[in-house]
């Protein structure tokens, strides 16, 4: 089945610097990913919406100049936290999709724990 | 516009016993429902889908959920649970080239 490989798992950093969250389609051509972000014991929320080779769509509050999403390939997308500070902790999580799936699923990377100190 | 509501956010249950976790959702498009299990610092793992066809779907564990368009609903059921089915279950909608939208889950604990 389709699989989706998130990296890294987790991952500490200072406050001020910046954090690149990758996520890859194993076996599939992910034409559209996505970009979630999931705080304790909350829901999961949308951050942005990327489709290979164009820039990403933004969700109403998210800054999209701290948030960088890139879709370089139909493989790999990549999420970087810029100047990330404490309130920019947070799981986070990427979700898969490709336009040739016929059961029109979305696949879901394992996530990645973010602690900026 | 797209919407989903967890009407419960924890449902406790004994073990080997039935459980029902309810799902509403409201949408103005076409709409593919999703139940997804989430486990402490883990990904979501897909459960069951309704894309089309027969408004009974079975998922993986023993899940199943039926889609009831008139109601709006998409309650996941489970005839008898286990200790390890203890996790966050959550509902979510999607449709066209959007991403999904989800509810803001249930927390399944089983009880000895």
């Known amino acids: 089945g389709a699989v989706v490989s998130q990296h890294p798992s987790w991952v500490i950093c200072k406050s001020g610097t910046s954090v690149k969250i990758e996520c890859r389609s194993l076996?599939?051509?992910?034409?559209?990913m996505f970009w979630y972000r999931q705080f304790p014991k909350q829901s999961l929320m949308l951050m942005a919406t990327?489709?290979?080779?164009?820039?990403?769509?933004?969700e109403q509050g998210v800054e999209k100049d701290k948030f960088l999403i890139n879709h370089a390939s139909l493989t790999l997308s990549t999420l970087t936290v810029t100047s990330a500070h404490p309130e920019d902790s947070s799981f986070y999580i990427c979700?898969?999709?490709?336009?040739?799936?016929?059961?029109?699923?979305?696949?879901f990377g394992s996530g990645t724990r973010l602690t900026v100190v | 516009a797209q919407s989903v509501t967890q009407l419960d956010s924890q449902v406790p249950v004994f073990e080997e016993a039935p459980v029902e976790l309810r799902c509403n959702y409201s949408s103005s498009v076409s709409v593919y429902l999703f139940w997804y299990v989430q486990y402490p610092n883990q990904g979501l793992q897909l459960l069951l889908k309704?894309?089309?066809?027969?408004?009974l779907v079975k998922g993986i564990n023993g899940f199943e959920a039926e889609f009831n368009k008139s109601q709006t609903s998409f309650h996941l059921r489970k005839p008898s649970v286990h200790i390890s089915d203890t996790a966050e279950y959550f509902c979510a909608v999607g449709g066209g080239a959007d991403g999904l939208t989800f509810g803001k889950g249930t927390h399944l604990i089983i009880q000895p």
């Open positions: 979700s898969a999709r490709s336009s040739l799936s016929p059961s029109y699923g979305y696949t």
């Open positions: 990327s489709n290979e080779g164009s820039k990403a769509t933004y």
């Open positions: 309704y894309l089309s066809g027969s408004t």
């Open positions: 076996d599939f051509q992910a034409t559209t």
